[in-house]
């Protein structure tokens, strides 16, 4: 999306972020994007022509329709390190179970997780309360530190980066139905785990202060205040 122009609040939510992008890897608190996308779920009606020699692989035209899926995908950019999970929905109840997979599954053994992710009505700490009792929420938010994403500045977020090779990679194709769709995407994991794919961030504070300079509000000259040394 296309950033707006002289808001102070985006321009508070990226620096924001930008800073926490700047720290050095913290191993006992990782940096963790998080990110959801959709995936339409589509047959074959007759079965597909596999490549033959002189010949390209073909389709027909005809598809059956099989629904959508939901994609949890989270990513720890200075780890190599990517998950999926693959859902019907996307409520907050739903997000938050993930990211209690995510805590008590990978992160188990750190102190917590610097958690980004968007500003979806959905991605909340009420989302926590909505689906455990109030000590098992209490105790998952006290191991995240969260940071939002500015409204309009979503490819600020690194999982982005992540659902795009996800969507090139894997999702291009028919998938039939949710338990394809789930063994497709964890072979995909899997492969870019092993090779240990990291996200080279190179977008710091000053490069935003330059190219998106239009985005800065000009400071209010401040005429209402009388200087204490003129009393």
């Known amino acids: 999306m296309i950033p707006p122009a002289l808001s102070a609040a985006f321009v508070a939510a990226m620096e924001n972020l930008l800073a926490v992008y700047g720290r050095p890897p913290d191993p006992r608190r990782p940096l963790v994007c998080f990110d959801e996308g959709g995936k339409e779920l589509v047959d074959h009606v007759v079965p597909p022509w596999p490549a033959a020699p002189g010949r390209a692989a073909r389709e027909d035209a005809a598809y059956l329709r099989g629904g959508a899926a939901n994609l949890f995908l989270a990513c720890a950019p200075h780890l190599g390190w990517r998950g999926v999970r693959v859902t019907a929905r996307r409520t907050a109840v ?20 610097v958690l980004v992710t968007d500003n979806l009505n959905t991605h909340t700490p009420a989302a926590f309360y909505q689906a455990f009792p109030a000590p098992e929420a209490r105790r998952l938010l006290e191991r995240i530190e969260w940071h939002y994403t500015p409204t309009h500045g979503s490819w600020l977020n690194m999982a982005e980066l992540e659902l795009s090779a996800l969507a090139r990679q894997c999702l291009a194709r028919r998938i039939p139905d949710r338990d394809a769709l789930a063994r497709e995407v964890a ?28 985005c800065y509000p000009v400071p209010e000259h401040d005429t209402s205040a009388v200087s204490m040394h003129s009393a």
Do not use: S, Y
Not at 195 to 209: C, K, L, M, S
């Open 94 to 113: 739903d997000f938050a179970r993930a990211i209690r997979e995510l805590l008590d599954g990978p992160f188990a053994d750190v102190d917590g997780i």
């Open 187 to 214: 072979a995909w994991v899997e492969t870019r785990n092993h090779e240990q794919v990291r996200i080279d961030w190179r977008f710091g504070i000053d490069d935003a202060r330059l190219k998106l300079a239009h």
